[in-house]
């Protein structure tokens, strides 16, 4: 079952925001976040807040209806709270697998989002979607409602390796969806890639990487396994049935990942994503640069100016709460000055283009040229960005640089 949430105080129930949270907000980029969360079945290493339909059952308001209803009740909420038609630089549709719901149904959500937030000119608006819940036209229809972006959840080339992870699809699905997506008008197709799977090995994670770019993708998006605690993977792991992830071997996948897909003219512009020029996931980038998003959907976390919240987790709690006329955040937190400053530091040393250097006290730019030193961080036009060896070590640099 998915992950325990974190810990908080406890959230207005009209989700009302502290006045200074609002101050100067028309002039912050805003995004919109979306979580869907159906699948169709649960992968073996996922612990996201995700539920099948076995596990939700006959419970009242967690079906698909209740939530489409729910969701847009929480968009209207947002427009209340926040008391501007602002406008959203990128919209993401997550989960979950957002494309279980009919095609329909995801336009005519993304329809009641522009009907509350006006898109800006040229917005993102990025789908996930899992190879095998999405056909020609069901493109075609999220296309001709506004999707710009389409993330594609591969994971690997390799069968054996879908098998340990209990991926459904099949490795050729996936170069049929991006030649659909391709054919209906999306601007952008990106690939998500997971590494460091259990039996996996190192001419696995190179074929899978090849086959992905025979997709001729724009962006691509590669994770290390984490093997979460609760998950199936973990308890066949304890058990003995497959072997633990090596740190070394998750190395080894990631240094190969950089030469493969840079010799293909990718960037590393995030420890984790490369994209082609002018790819780059804009929605992601708010996320790492602090800006406003609201989150939509059960679990669904938002941040407005340094005030964090999440919503309930399950469909039903969810539900439930919209349809009595009240937020549906669980809990929230508002940070002050300092930690801000401390996030913003985590954040941006994961970005090609870094942290600028007076974000630092005295004391952490004085540990600086051990950092340059070390071969972690350079430093270019006052700013100081991770190297290849430093997104290596990116929880490690911050340890070592922060006071």
């Keep these: 079952m998915p992950s325990t949430p974190p810990d908080g105080q406890p959230a207005p129930p009209d989700g009302q925001l502290p006045a200074d949270a609002l101050s100067g907000f028309v002039e912050r980029p805003l995004s919109l976040y ?22 939700l059952g006959a419970a009242p308001g967690a079906s698909q209806d209740a939530y489409l209803a729910a ?100 490795p050729g699905r996936v170069g049929d969806v991006v030649a659909w997506a391709r054919q209906a008008g999306f601007g952008s197709v990106s690939l998500d890639l997971i590494y460091g799977s259990p ?9 899978s990487l090849e086959a992905a770019l025979s997709h001729e993708p724009d962006h691509v998006s590669a994770y290390s396994l984490i093997v979460e605690p609760g998950t199936r993977l973990a308890a066949r792991i304890g058990r003995g049935e497959l072997p633990a992830p090596e740190e070394d071997f998750h190395a080894d996948c990631y240094l190969l990942a950089e030469e493969v897909l840079t ?79 401390v996030e913003r530091v985590l954040l941006e040393l994961r970005l090609a283009q870094g942290l600028p250097l007076d974000v630092l006290t005295a004391a952490e730019q004085a540990r600086v040229p051990s950092l340059v030193s070390s071969g972690v961080g350079e430093v270019a036009a006052g700013r100081l960005r991770p190297t290849l060896r430093g997104r290596l070590l990116a929880d490690a640099v911050v340890r070592d640089l922060l006071d």
């Design 34 to 55: 979306v979580h869907v969360p159906f699948c169709a079945s649960r992968c073996g290493y996922c612990d996201f807040n995700t539920y099948t339909a076995a596990e």
């Design 71 to 170: 969701a847009v009740a929480e968009l209207d909420l947002a427009r209340t709270v926040l008391g501007e038609a602002h406008e959203l630089q990128s919209v993401f549709f997550g989960g979950g697998t957002p494309t279980l719901l009919s095609a329909d149904a995801l336009a005519g959500l993304l329809d009641a989002v522009g009907d509350r937030f006006p898109l800006a000119p040229g917005a993102e608006v990025t789908t996930e979607a899992n190879p095998e819940s999405v056909d020609r036209a069901y493109l075609d229809t999220l296309v001709a409602a506004g999707f710009t972006r389409l993330s594609l959840g591969m994971q690997s080339a390799r069968a054996g390796v879908l098998a340990v992870l209990e991926r459904r699809h099949t």
């Design 199 to 207: 039996t996996e090995t190192l001419a696995d994670w190179r074929a």
């Design 263 to 341: 010799g293909a003219g990718f960037a590393a512009y995030e420890v984790s994503n490369w994209a082609r020029r002018g790819h780059e996931s804009r929605h992601n980038l708010a996320y790492w640069l602090g800006h406003d998003w609201w989150g939509i959907g059960p679990g669904a976390h938002s941040h407005v100016n340094g005030v964090r919240w999440w919503n309930l987790r399950h469909p039903r709690d969810y539900t439930a709460r919209l349809a009595a006329g009240m937020s549906p955040a669980q809990a929230r937190e508002v940070l002050d000055a300092g930690q801000r400053r």
